[in-house]
């Protein structure tokens, strides 16, 4: 089945300095990526949808500057939380949806197993 | 901003009981998925619906996809302890041509032995 992977699974850093998140498809190719964003005992929303080969579109109040993301090949995503300040600390967790098979309907949603970020 | 309401909240059982949430949409869902997660995991599929009316099971798991397709209701049966975790419904929005994922506010199940 597909498999998506999240690296790294827990990373702290010093405020200012800048966290980079990896996503890959293990198994097929991803043209589109997703990231979210999950606050303790809160649910789970939306950053931005990354698109391979192109500009990612980020969701309303999600700043693209402090938030980058490299969508560089079909199986690699990449968040970059840059100058991180203590109110980024996160889990962040990226998904991502087969490129081909089955009807778009149906390309199911494999998410990764989350990054939690802590900024001090 | 988030447009599935799931409930309940919470919901603290006894090991053997059956479990019941639901999510309901002001808006139209063609695709309702159900997904665990376990603390510190991302969210794991259980259960995915794709017409209105369906019922699909998965073991334990029962889901249905709404008649009016405003609402899906997920089922555990004769719960056990693995069983704890926060469920979440989740469908794709439907102005983004169904490429963009909205959730709902999730289920906290725990279930005591």
């Known amino acids: 089945g597909a498999v998506v992977s999240q690296h790294p699974s827990r990373v702290i850093c010093k405020s200012g300095t800048s966290v980079k998140i990896e996503c890959r498809s293990l198994?097929?190719?991803?043209?589109?990526m997703f990231w979210y964003r999950q606050f303790p005992k809160q649910s789970l929303m939306l950053m931005a949808t990354s698109n391979e080969g192109s500009k990612a579109t980020y969701e309303q109040g999600v700043e693209k500057d402090k938030f980058l993301i490299n969508h560089a090949s079909l199986t690699l995503s990449t968040l970059t939380v840059t100058s991180a300040h203590p109110e980024d600390s996160s889990f962040y967790i990226c998904?991502?949806?087969?490129?081909?098979?089955?009807?778009?309907?149906?390309?199911?949603?494999?998410f990764g197993s989350g990054t939690r970020l802590t900024v001090v | 901003g988030q447009q599935l309401n799931q409930s309940p909240q919470s919901m603290f059982i006894q090991e053997g009981e059956d479990v019941s949430m639901n999510c309901t949409s002001s808006s139209i869902f063609n695709t309702w998925l159900w997904y665990k997660q376990d603390p510190g995991e991302g969210p794991v599929l259980l259960i995915a619906?794709?017409?209105?009316?369906e019922l699909t099971s998965n073991g334990r798991l029962t889901a249905q996809f709404g008649i009016t397709r405003k609402d899906s209701f997920l089922n555990i049966s004769a719960s056990i302890p693995s069983d704890v975790g926060i469920y979440f419904c989740?469908?794709?929005?439907?102005?983004?041509?169904?490429?963009?994922?909205?959730f709902g506010e999730g289920t906290q199940l725990t279930v005591n032995p």
């Open positions: 619906l794709y017409k209105a009316g």
């Open positions: 989740a469908g794709p929005r439907p102005e983004t041509s169904g490429s963009r994922l909205t």
């Open positions: 998904s991502a949806r087969p490129g081909t098979g089955g009807t778009v309907s149906r390309r199911g949603y494999t």
């Open positions: 198994d097929f190719q991803a043209t589109t």
